[in-house]
């Protein structure tokens, strides 16, 4: 591809990863749910389980990102890694009327998300 080709093209590459990393994150808390229902999990256990789902996705995005766009691989998984987290927060805005726990918690998982993404760009 050349540079006037994957200029265009960013757009969708992300929109693209960030739908692979929902299908990843998806099947994964199908996973997770069908576990609780048959083991009846502790609420830690599920915590860390969906902290590890959400690593996991973003480490899958930043290596997709990063084999796709080949240039600055880093800063497309730290990116993606951020519109990620951005999409669950805004998600989670809309489902629960408001930031349902604390700030904390929610600064803690954007930058897990967006590491995540970092080191799978620097892996790819």
Not at 43 to 63: P, R
Request: aromatic residues 6%; charged residues 10%.
């Amino acid at each position: 591809m050349d540079k006037t080709n994957t200029r265009k093209n960013k757009p969708l590459v992300i929109i693209s990863t960030l739908l692979i990393m929902y299908v990843i994150t998806g099947l994964a808390l199908l996973a997770l749910a069908l576990l609780l229902f048959k083991m009846q999990l502790s609420e830690n256990i599920v915590s860390i389980s969906i902290m590890v789902i959400y690593i996991i996705s973003c480490l899958i995005g930043g290596l997709v990102a990063g084999r796709r766009l080949k240039v600055r691989r880093f800063l497309w998984g730290v990116a993606v890694g951020a519109v990620y987290f951005a999409v669950l927060l805004i998600g989670s805005l809309l489902m629960n009327r408001g930031i349902s726990s604390d700030a904390v918690h929610v600064v803690t998982t954007l930058i897990m998300c967006m590491a995540a993404g970092m080191i799978g760009g620097m892996i790819s």
